[in-house]
T-cell receptor, first 114, second 114 residues
Framework: NAGVTQTPKFQVLKTGQSMTLQCAQD?????MYWYRQDPGMGLRLIYY???????DKGEVPNGYNVSRLNKREFSLRLESAAPSQTSVYFC?????????????FGPGTRLTVT | AQTVTQSQPEMSVQEAETVTLSCTYD???????LFWYKQPPSRQMILVIR??????QNATENRFSVNFQKAAKSFSLKISDSQLGDAAMYFC???????????FGTGTRLKVLA
């Protein structure tokens, strides 16, 4: 049981390049999330998907797009990377649509935009 | 605005001693859930403990316990018998019932001194 997996673990991009961060979970969870973590800022929600087929903006969605490909996979795309998007990105999933269920996190992707 | 505040950027504790990490939040909602997550140097986010706001009894998980003061909107984490493996960033988070969005604090880095 792998839990939540993310690829790649590290990535360096040049300004203006595009890339997609992949996330998959094998726990049959309904909800999936993308966060970014910056020093002194904690985790900030970029986008989330409450269930397969739906996506919604979080706190900091500008410059990002997401796709909930199926129940297992939730990808995050940077169309034109900017240095301000240098961050550590975490994907998370959650079992229930409501309630107090915990989020399970992937190992993170460290992205540097030069 | 709904916010989570961790006022201690960094804390230190001697091995085997007790330490308390503070967390306060601001909301007008009455139904929510509170969490403490641990992020060791590996970056993997791990749930430490959770508390339902409707429960008056403070949650406990082995050496970890919380002091939940709903009227004061305070949710502190107490770590007893601190171990070297407790060294990590600790994040406080809130989830409002019926929603999907978690709000995280900015984190407290805990150092455990041998």
């Amino acid at each position: 049981n792998a839990g939540v997996t993310q690829t790649p673990k590290f990535q360096v991009l040049k300004t203006g390049q595009s890339m997609t961060l992949q996330c998959a979970q094998d726990m049959n969870h309904n909800s999936m999330y993308w966060y970014r973590q910056d020093p002194g800022m904690g985790l900030r929600l970029i986008y989330y998907s409450a269930s397969e087929g739906t996506t919604d903006k979080g706190e900091v969605p500008n410059g990002y797009n997401v796709s909930r490909l199926n129940k297992r996979e939730f990808s995050l795309r940077l169309e034109s990377a900017a240095p301000s998007q240098t961050s550590v990105y975490f994907c998370a999933s959650r079992e229930l649509a409501g309630g107090s269920s915990e989020q399970y996190f992937g190992p993170g992707t460290r992205l540097t935009v030069t | 605005a709904q916010t989570v505040t961790q006022s201690q950027p960094e804390m230190s504790v001697q091995e085997a001693e007790t330490v308390t990490l503070s967390c306060t939040y601001d909301t007008s909602e009455s139904d929510y859930y509170l969490f403490w997550y641990k992020q060791p140097p590996s970056r993997q986010m791990i749930l430490v403990i959770r508390q339902e706001a409707y429960k008056q009894q403070n949650a406990t998980e082995n050496r970890f316990s919380v002091n939940f003061q709903k009227a004061a909107k305070s949710f502190s984490l107490k770590i007893s018998d601190s171990q070297l493996g407790d060294a990590a960033m600790y994040f406080c988070a809130i989830l409002f019932s019926g929603t999907y969005k978690y709000i995280f604090g900015t984190g407290t880095r805990l150092k455990v001194l041998a």
